[in-house]
């Protein structure tokens, strides 16, 4: 099956600080999404993304679908931007996503 | 517009015993995924339910794990016998396909201790 690997699995910032998450899989996708884990387990949906760039405020993500990655940006970053954030893909019929194993992000004051 | 509802949302039993989940999707949403997510390591799908009907179980402990999808909108997932191993947060989620792009919103899950 399909394998999601990401990078780094742990990073410390300080605030304001910028960073880039990185995904990479193994097969052509036809969905992929970036969720953010918070401190208390909630996942929230990011970005659906399995091509092109968007933007939702400090958050923006880039996927090259031909060279199978995508990219995760976090400007300025804030404590609460504080937790995991995994990247999830899909290349079959049905819309099961794979996850990979997530960058635990802390942020400090 | 309310979100994915699970309950319990913590609960604490001994190997051997049996444990229910119970799970309410967002309204309209047809398609329903229960998901296991051990410590540390990211969601891995159970089962995937389209309307009341079964799309995915290959992942599913069919000998101790059974789930179903009452008339197409409330989910229950079910251990018996738990192990040591079934300790994790166990998440539901649902999605609607919109504009070709299908999204998934999880719940805040439950978190099984198994003792």
């Known amino acids: 099956g399909i394998q999601v690997e990401q990078s780094p699995p742990d990073l410390i910032l300080q605030e304001g600080a910028n960073s880039t998450l990185r995904c990479n899989f193994s097969d052509s996708v036809n969905n992929l999404q970036w969720f953010h884990q918070n401190p208390w387990g909630q996942l929230i949906n990011l970005f659906y993304i399995p091509s092109g760039t968007k933007q939702n405020g400090r958050l923006s993500a880039t996927t090259v679908a031909t060279e199978r990655y995508s990219l995760l940006y976090i400007s300025s970053s804030q404590t609460t931007d504080s937790g995991v954030y995994f990247c999830a893909v899909n290349s079959g019929g049905y819309n099961k996503l794979i996850f990979g194993a997530g960058t635990r992000l802390a942020v400090h004051p | 517009e309310a979100g994915v509802a699970q309950s319990p949302r913590y609960k604490i039993i001994e190997k051997r015993q049996s444990v229910a989940f119970w799970c309410n999707p967002i309204s309209g949403h047809a398609t329903l995924y229960w998901y296991q997510q051990i410590l540390g390591q990211g969601p891995k799908l159970l089962i995937q339910?389209?309307?009341?009907?079964?799309?995915?179980d290959s992942q599913l402990p069919k000998d101790r794990f059974s789930a179903e999808r009452l008339k197409g909108v409330d989910s229950t997932l079910k251990i018996q016998p738990a192990k040591l191993e079934d300790s994790a947060v166990y998440l539901c989620?649902?999605?609607?396909?919109?504009?070709?792009?299908?999204?998934?919103?999880f719940g805040p899950g439950t978190r099984l201790l198994v003792l």
């Open positions: 339910f389209q309307n009341n009907g079964v799309v995915d």
């Open positions: 989620a649902s999605s609607l396909v919109t504009g070709g792009q299908e999204t998934q919103y």
